[in-house]
């Protein structure tokens, strides 16, 4: 264990918590909540700032479906941010104290919130937001070769030099739980899991995906998220913008359970999909309605099943993706196998590794902030072994299409999609993108027959965790306000501006 020692310049008033933004705002774990801030004090004589402290453990919760505990997804980020920027800009005079628990999993899921906060709000790179927490985390290095460049570019002009080092580890037992090490984030599964997705490459998730503008921060509809990603409402989510939504394969006919488990027909998406330019919806896995409702709608229909729980076959994948890179730039696709979490994550994962030449670790921490469950068991590992070879199928791609000056569209692999003219019973063929074929990862080898099985127990796992988790829903922000805008960095600065964006407010 590497000795820490504190900053001689260091003003951190609060004993034991780590400083996010200079006499401003700090973030701490307590075994229990505090009867009065002066216990946090370092020096009580000359305390005369007001110290306020909030906690998000009870109304922000990870409903797990199985042994997974986060991360908290998109809507709680944002009602977080709303709460936050609010308690600055009404106390622009006080110092704020951000605590959780000392449990893990509430101490992982609190410190991913100030730290996407300050990814998002404050405009640090993830090495900047983890100032503080990261000399016990053995998962935050630096790219080979120095800086990387997307982060670099999203770094904030403040620099970590003028915040305090954490405390010294252990300062107390206030300190020692603070910054002890996080156990990485479980799959949505009742297994052992051994792929470890960290905290960090959470971060690295949302910034590549802010700087591809997979979401839009300013003017996130908040109430939408949270409406669509109800069971009976759709039980869907954008991954990308106007691009790529995931959800749960549809029925027959819809159907509401003495229980009141809700399945949806067809019939159901297809006006929301066609209102959002949805050209292509990919069917992962065994047929459970008629793919003539969408086509007759408009809407081509892909149909490629493979085992539940499994990784997809080269040749399946391959048809996915050319798929998708077929639907213009200015539609959109909508994939789902059973539950729309495994078999769609995976092959939504491979998409966007391939185009926007992201890692395994940050679409799979996308897609779970996104869509919380995505990607389970030895599809984790698929996706990471399948990097370098979508990296360089993508880089192939990007290099003929330069050289040729064809579209996307133009450059996709062979694959036939049920096409959406009602008289054409005939499937359409496209050509070939890729000059290779390049040979299965070792994990699909190894992972061929699946977990059956598997989607049923995360369908009654979502159904059971939202009419049990809805009364602890966060009140919706009223659509009349406006978001508060982060305080900013420099910590001699205490004024707080009102941003001017719609569609967001305060946590009420």
């Known amino acids: 264990m590497p000795a820490v020692t504190t900053s001689s310049s260091s003003k951190n008033p609060l004993r034991g918590a780590v400083e996010i933004i200079p006499d401003r705002l700090y973030y701490c774990a307590l075994k229990s909540p505090p009867t009065s801030h002066k216990i946090l004090l370092r020096n009580r004589k000359n305390q005369k700032v007001p110290t306020i402290l909030f906690n998000i453990d009870g109304e922000l919760v990870y409903w797990n479906f199985f042994l997974d505990f986060g991360p908290l997804n998109l809507g709680q980020l944002y009602r977080f941010t709303c709460h936050l920027n609010q308690l600055l800009a009404d106390h622009p005079q006080a110092t704020i104290l951000f605590y959780s628990s000392t449990a893990p999993d509430k101490r992982a899921n609190a410190i991913f919130l ?53 405390p010294p580890f252990p300062l107390s037992p206030i300190g020692a739980a603070t910054i002890a090490p996080l156990p990485p984030f479980h799959d949505a599964s009742p297994c052992a899991c051994t792929y470890e997705l960290t905290l960090f490459h959470c971060l690295q998730g949302i910034i590549k995906a802010r700087q591809f503008n997979f979401f839009d921060w300013d003017n996130f509809n908040v109430e939408e998220y949270e409406h669509y990603e109800q069971v009976e409402n759709g039980d869907l989510n954008w991954i990308v913008q106007n691009r790529i939504i995931a959800f749960a394969g549809p029925s027959y006919q819809k159907n509401v359970s003495p229980e009141g488990y809700c399945t949806l027909a067809p019939s ?127 880089d192939m791609e990007r290099s003929l299409q330069n050289s040729t000056q064809l579209s996307p569209s133009q450059l996709v692999a062979t694959t036939e999609i049920q096409g959406s003219n009602k008289n054409d019973k005939k499937k ?43 009364a602890a829903v966060l009140t919706t922000p009223k659509s009349d306000k406006t978001r508060s805008e982060a305080v900013p960095i420099t910590p001699d600065s205490i004024s707080i501006t009102k941003s001017t964006n719609s569609n967001s407010s305060a946590w009420t």
Request: charged share 20%; net charge positive; aromatic share 10%.
């Open 114 to 166: 100030i730290s996407a906060w300050q990814v998002l709000e404050l405009k640090r790179s993830p090495s900047q937001a983890y100032f503080g927490f990261s000399y016990y985390q053995e998962n935050v290095v630096d790219y080979e070769g120095g800086k990387n460049p997307d982060e670099e570019a999203a770094t904030s002009v403040a620099s970590s030099k003028s915040r305090s080092t954490p």
């Open 268 to 394: 159901d998406y297809i006006p929301y999909f066609k209102q959002h330019d949805v050209a292509l919806v990919v069917r992962l896995n065994k047929k459970n309605y008629e793919e003539r409702d969408f086509i007759n709608a408009g809407i081509q229909h892909l149909d490629q099943f493979y085992l539940d729980g499994s990784c997809p076959p080269m040749r399946i994948l391959q048809r996915v993706l050319g798929a998708f890179e077929a639907v213009p730039q200015n539609k959109a696709f909508a994939v789902h196998c059973k539950a729309g979490l495994g078999r769609t994550g995976t092959c939504i994962g491979a998409y966007l590794m391939k185009h926007f030449r992201m890692t395994a670790p940050e679409v799979i921490s996308w897609m779970r902030i996104c869509r919380p469950g995505c990607v389970i068991g030895p599809q984790q590992q698929f996706l990471q072994d399948l990097e370098p070879i979508m990296w360089q199928e993508g």
């Open 428 to 470: 359409k063929k496209f050509s070939n993108s890729s000059p290779t074929s390049p040979d299965s990862p070792k994990s699909v080898k190894d992972s061929v027959m699946g977990r059956p099985g598997q989607a049923d127990g995360l369908l009654s796992a979502r159904r059971h965790r939202q009419s049990t988790g809805r």
